[in-house]
T-cell receptor, first 115, second 115 residues
Framework: KNQVEQSPQSLIILEGKNCTLQCNYTVSPFSNLRWYKQDTGRGPVSLTI?????NTKSNGRYTATLDADTKQSSLHITASQLSDSASYICVVSPVRAGTASKLTFGTGTRLQVTL | GAGVSQSPSNKVTEKGKDVELRCDPISGHTALYWYRQSLGQGLEFLIYFQGNSAPDKSGLPSDRFSAERTGGSVSTLTIQRTQQEDSAVYLCASSSYGTGPYGYTFGSGTRLTVV
């Protein structure tokens, strides 16, 4: 069964600090991986998307890495802000143009940034 | 519209009642998806509409769940004879692409509570 596992489940950091969230997947064959940010009470918003040939992708203070050999991805947040408090969800697609039913969502990492 | 709109944002219903959840996708998006997000769980695919094609209903958990998309735009997810395990956030997403996660935009969801 295709799975996406994220760690840690939750994380508390001080404002201004950096943090790294992990995503391990068993989806195969693999096409692309996306990180979403979901604020409380809102729908997920896309941060980055990487295909199997990409190793890193940045979006402002967010940098995602991908190792397709080890099936691992990370999301690094630099100089965290209070507004970064949210759930971060890793989503893996097995095929380039597959159906929506084949997407596998992780359960997310709940990040809380405090003063 | 500017984004994916879902209504109501919150719904509390008694066990055994029917409920209808509405999704108004981004204008021009041909693909529409429904997901369910239970507490502590990843997003669960429910159903996918693409243009005039037959919908992919492979994710619907039981025959109490059904969905329609009228005129290729607004969609309604109906849950009949609701059960407590139906309590979750129901998210709708639309895309300008036929399949895959590219261009996904999520709505803010409907939080359904069955009491």
């Amino acid at each position: 069964k295709n799975q996406v596992e994220q760690s840690p489940q939750s994380l508390i950091i001080l404002e201004g600090k950096n943090c790294t969230l992990q995503c391990n997947y068993t989806v195969s064959p693999f096409s692309n991986l996306r990180w979403y940010k979901q604020d409380t009470g809102r729908g997920p918003v896309s941060l980055t998307i990487m295909t199997f040939s990409e190793n890193t992708k940045s979006n402002g203070r967010y940098t995602a890495t991908l190792d397709a050999d080890t099936k691992q991805s990370s999301l690094h947040i630099t100089a965290s802000q209070l507004s970064d408090s949210a759930s971060y969800i890793c989503v893996v697609s097995p095929v380039r143009a597959g159906t929506a039913s084949k997407l596998t969502f992780g359960t997310g990492t709940r990040l809380q940034v405090t003063l | 519209g500017a984004g994916v709109s879902q209504s109501p944002s919150n719904k509390v219903t008694e066990k055994g009642k029917d409920v209808e959840l509405r999704c108004d996708p981004i204008s021009g998006h041909t693909a529409l998806y429904w997901y369910r997000q239970s507490l502590g769980q990843g997003l669960e695919f429910l159903i996918y509409f693409q243009g005039n094609s037959a919908p992919d209903k492979s994710g619907l958990p039981s025959d109490r769940f059904s969905a329609e998309r009228t005129g290729g735009s607004v969609s309604t997810l109906t849950i009949q004879r609701t059960q407590q395990e139906d309590s979750a956030v129901y998210l709708c997403a639309s895309s300008s692409y036929g399949t895959g996660p590219y261009g996904y935009t999520f709505g803010s969801g409907t939080r359904l509570t069955v009491v």
